[in-house]
């Protein structure tokens, strides 16, 4: 306990770490508070859902990786067994990691990119109408859409499903097309 600091979790490049017990009972959890600054001594409420004996984080056999929705926003988590140090079982409970994905997160991916990157949730509220025709097609099973929302854009859509491998965020990709406008 005297090495999880919020130092060592910013270094790590960690928010969280859950130790559960084999009937996924909490041993110790630590969050760092969104100002980095302290440790909570509790995962986030929103994360318990996942917690539970069923639930995808809960890993008895294999380690899984992918995205949660929180309240608070997307969280990138892995789960592993905990196994002795020759990787072997059984397993002694669940080791959980999480990473918050930063607020400027869209921001880095349009600079890399070049591109506008629009990140839209679908855990409730509203969209717009050119963004509920293109989840529409995703939702048919489509891999991804296309489409041309205005003369010189093109913009490019995918669903990103969380870890129960339900949609959790629509993402939008848009750019000039300069090959049309030629």
Known sequence: ???????????????LMVWLDT???????RTLDP???????????????WLSRDGPLVAPH??????????EGPMLVAASPILTSSNEGPAHGTFIVGRRLPANWRDTL????????????????????????ALASLAAGEQHVIGVPGP?????????PDL????????RVSGPRTIYAR
């Open 164 to 171: 129960g491998n339900q949609p959790a965020l629509l993402i």
């Open 23 to 29: 009937s996924a009972h909490l041993v110790l959890a």
């Open 110 to 133: 349009s600079k890399l990119t070049g591109l506008a990157v629009e990140v839209h949730r679908l855990d409730g509220g509203a969209l717009d109408p050119s963004l509920e025709q």
């Open 62 to 71: 294999a380690a899984t990786r992918g995205l949660v929705l929180l309240r």
């Open 35 to 49: 100002e980095r600054t302290e440790l909570v001594r509790r995962p986030p409420a929103s994360l318990e859902r």
């Open 152 to 160: 010189s854009t093109v913009a490019g859509h995918l669903i990103i």
């Open 1 to 15: 306990d005297a090495n999880l600091t919020p130092e060592a979790f910013t270094s790590a490049g960690y928010d």
